[in-house]
């Protein structure tokens, strides 16, 4: 049985350390909200699988809905290792509402699942890892562009803003923008 690991997307965010850098970054008082957020839930990392992750940082209401519509639940918590790539819900409220609405109607499973394996890579890819890459193949079959430059990652349009949650079967990296497969 293939995996699908697509929703780990949503998931990556929610055991988030941050470093002292991390920290002086947070200027603003969402920001600042965040950081109590994903702190909070910081004792969930490594013994939670990408979903609980997910769920528990409370950033990713979006992303689990949308890998439970897709029915990626029980993937996304089996063995792995999975790199998820997850959009925060600020990056689907990119999307417009009529669109998100539609793609988690059952009608539209299918496309919802594409997208959302779409941000999963099979293994664990460690930031380190991603920065020396130029591609990496997805579960949906699909290609991601990466580009690491002046300390910044970016994943095809989207932005890696934090990275290496490690969870019990994979890792998350945060990403600002929903990516659609080609």
Do not use: W
């Amino acid at each position: 049985m293939t995996r699908i690991p697509a929703f780990a997307i949503a998931f990556f965010a929610t055991t988030i350390f941050f470093t002292s850098a991390d920290a002086q970054e947070c200027n603003t008082a969402r920001h600042s909200t965040q950081r109590a957020n994903y702190i909070r839930h910081a004792s969930f990392t490594h013994n939670a699988d990408i979903v609980d992750t997910a769920v528990a940082a409370g950033d990713f209401t979006t992303l689990v809905a949308a890998v439970k519509a897709a029915g990626l639940v029980e993937t996304l918590k089996g063995d792995g290792p999975f790199t998820v790539f997850a959009p925060t819900d600020a990056a689907f409220a990119k999307i417009p509402k009529e669109t998100l609405q539609s793609l988690l109607l059952p009608e539209n499973r299918d496309k919802l699942t594409k997208i959302l394996t779409y941000h999963v890579v099979p293994g664990k890819v460690r930031a380190q890892d991603v920065t020396r890459l130029r591609h990496a193949k997805t579960v949906q079959g699909g290609n991601l562009q990466i580009r690491a430059m002046q300390g910044r990652v970016r994943i095809n349009n989207a932005n890696v803003v934090k990275t290496d949650i490690e969870t019990s079967n994979g890792i998350i990296h945060v990403i600002d923008t929903v990516l659609m497969p080609r």
